[in-house]
């Protein structure tokens, strides 16, 4: 099955916007076997795209268009595919209510141009949008099935997930087949050693096919399990990711796509417990990331971001000597740091971050990438020492902010 | 002239990755008044890429094709295109010498798949990468010159400028014109709003083109110039820019891509001040893009994440009778922190934020969407208050930040 994917648009032709819908739905389409061969993007020009859609026509099986199908006189991708397949437009009627009842809802008037949304190619099937005004549908020309769904990104994922890839699945060309795949996001280890921690898995279960993916700075690990039985390959998948758990278990974030942040916000929220932060290098990004999870005031009560000596000594009592005598990048200050937090917010942890995240201020002892993590209890406090050589500022930034966040998952699900 | 940008490489072709090297590139051609009429993106894939390479020499002028040039056997673009064009490989000289000097400089060791790089398509051009280790190439087949660059983001962007873009403005098939942009980054008013100020643009500088881009929370204005008599169109392009700067010049950002960070940033240590920041609903957003600038130690003291009243009373000393009568989102509230995160830090000036981010926790009277702002200088203490309806959570928390910015730049440029 030859599939491509094609993304309609002045703002993308024109790289006002970035395009990341067709990254999206090739991911999509690859976790359900689908191998995407193309990505093309055109304008708002009728031309063009009623000779790439013949193009593709003659060339693919499948194809997912997204955009062009609003109610403004440059949305074409309608009228385009119809005059491709040499359609005509028709009154789509069910079309033409579900936009009607979603002005009704809304208590907005429908336009005369929302009515254009309902008129689809003769011949298509209606594909329903849930979460807004354009319908999408598939319609078959050439050897292709044209899958037409709209440019804006959550009406397009909840489409994909809702009809689109379900009608792919039961369609002609593809085979009765099950294709599962299995996403564990993980932290703390490169590409390569964590190639090299799972090395025996294609051995163990040769049916498994194994993919990391570097997402900066976490590397996922892709299971896929393609094949005509169902319950034994849901049964593999499972097994295999039972198998990784136990080779490399406490670096594994989430098997279900949650974020670092989202993790340490569940099981915080999940024990009734809080954290403080004190942070140096970081420089807001932790809380920033904390704040970004809804109902964060349910765990998230201060973050100190005391980027000088001096608010590190007025804002945490950090004690002069101790900058004196250590510097601000070293265990004793972070722990003083993340005591003093927790300390003065009542939360039940406190996690503290300096370190040098360039360009400059690194020096042969501490270099640029030189991190210290500090972390208290009610029962102790924690300093560590980490070093992450050759990253650039904000690459530093994101990868410190991770570690600490990291450091802090791993107390409260491992006691580590 | 037609051109096209051809995006190479698995990581892009599967969505592992999403290509924001097309975007890029599009907006540059376009600012030297090149029309891009189509993007794609092909695997690793010898068949694949010879066929695209193949469609495209007779249907383009120029094709801009990044990846693929690295040392590795998935790196395909030079053997594609010299298949596509019916030439040989064969080693440059000058190109395996800067391969050399590249890992001299480095006190790396030059590996045998390195020089394969130095090996480039019979008649070609190079083009010298001065960042990294593949040079690039120009090469014309059929009707098109194709122009291989690197997919590394920051080598393919210095190649762009430096030597692409150039020898595109000197081709035969553009005519010797010149095409001049100037953007202007603005905050503060709507699409449409500024669309409106900018009335009367076109009849004051009819050689003028005016285009506006939504970049999320700011409005870029774009002023395009092309002809052919280059002292003219300067002088045109500047008089427009003063004409906008008349109309709405406090609500420019920069001219010169600046983001505002950036320039709160260059201001304040342009004059040797500093700033302390108390955040509430910005959870520590500002502090973060704040010291994402290089030296921001040298402006940037600290920022009190006070999620919770507990840590804006004990930190930042905010009255509890102010927060009871007034509730934390108010005027007297962030007047307060402000005054007091100044005052805690010794820094020149404080500003704070406290809002409703959503989606929960909005009031009839305070509905999420609401902001209220404080700035403190060694004068006067001002509070502000804001509504941004209708945003979800994370899309506040950035205009938010935008906003509290925006009010501390226009403190110090116009001390408004």
């Avoid at 009154?91 to 254009?116: G, I, Q, W």
């Avoid at 849901?234 to 796509?257: A, P």
Wanted: proline residues 3%.
């Amino acid at each position: 099955m030859i599939a491509e994917i094609i993304a309609t648009g002045d703002e993308i032709r024109s790289g006002a916007l970035v395009d990341s819908n067709s990254a999206y739905i090739a991911e999509k389409l690859e976790e359900i076997g689908v191998e995407v061969a193309r990505h093309s993007c055109v304008g708002d020009n009728m031309d063009m795209l009623v000779s790439v859609f013949k193009e593709v026509s003659a060339r693919c099986d499948i194809a997912i268009v997204t955009g062009g199908l609003g109610p403004t006189v440059d949305d074409l991708t309608t009228a385009a595919i119809a005059k491709a397949a040499g359609r005509q437009l028709v009154l789509d009627e069910t079309a033409l209510r579900s936009v009607e009842d979603f002005f009704k809802a809304r208590n907005r008037k429908m336009t005369y141009s929302n009515k254009k949304q309902a008129m689809l190619p003769e011949g298509c099937k209606r594909l329903d949008n849930l979460m807004g005004t354009a319908p999408g549908f598939v319609i078959k020309t050439g050897r292709c099935s044209f899958f037409c769904i709209p440019g804006v990104p959550f009406e397009m994922r909840r489409m994909l997930s809702d009809s689109v890839l379900p009608e792919i699945e039961k369609s002609e060309h593809k085979k009765r087949k099950f294709c599962f795949v299995k996403t564990l996001s993980t932290f703390g280890l490169t590409e390569s050693a964590t190639g090299e921690k799972l090395v025996g898995l294609s051995d163990e279960f040769p049916d498994i096919k194994l993919g990391l993916r570097a997402k900066f700075p976490e590397i996922h690990i892709k299971l896929y399990a393609n094949g005509e039985d169902e319950e034994y390959l849901r049964n593999v998948l499972e097994k295999g990711c039972e198998w990784v758990l136990q080779k490399i278990g406490s670096r594994v974030i989430s098997s279900n796509g949650e974020s670092m942040e989202a993790v340490v916000a569940r099981i915080l929220c999940d024990r009734k417990e809080t954290v403080a932060l004190a942070e140096s290098c970081t420089g807001g990004l932790i809380s920033n990331r904390l704040t970004n999870i809804a109902g964060s005031s349910e765990f998230f009560l201060f973050s100190g971001v005391t980027y000088s000596n001096d608010a590190k000594m007025k804002v945490l009592n950090v004690l002069p000597e101790t900058l004196k005598a250590y510097g601000a990048v070293h265990e004793e200050t972070v722990k003083q740091m993340a005591a003093r937090a927790r300390d003065v917010a009542g939360a039940t942890y406190g996690l503290a971050t300096s370190g040098i995240a360039g360009p400059d201020g690194g020096t042969d002892e501490k270099p640029v990438g030189a991190l210290c993590i500090g972390i208290a209890t009610s029962e102790r406090v924690k300093g560590m020492r980490f070093c992450f050589p050759g990253g650039k500022r904000l690459m530093n930034k994101s990868i410190f902010a991770t570690t600490a966040l990291d450091v802090l998952r791993r107390e409260l699900v491992y006691d580590l």
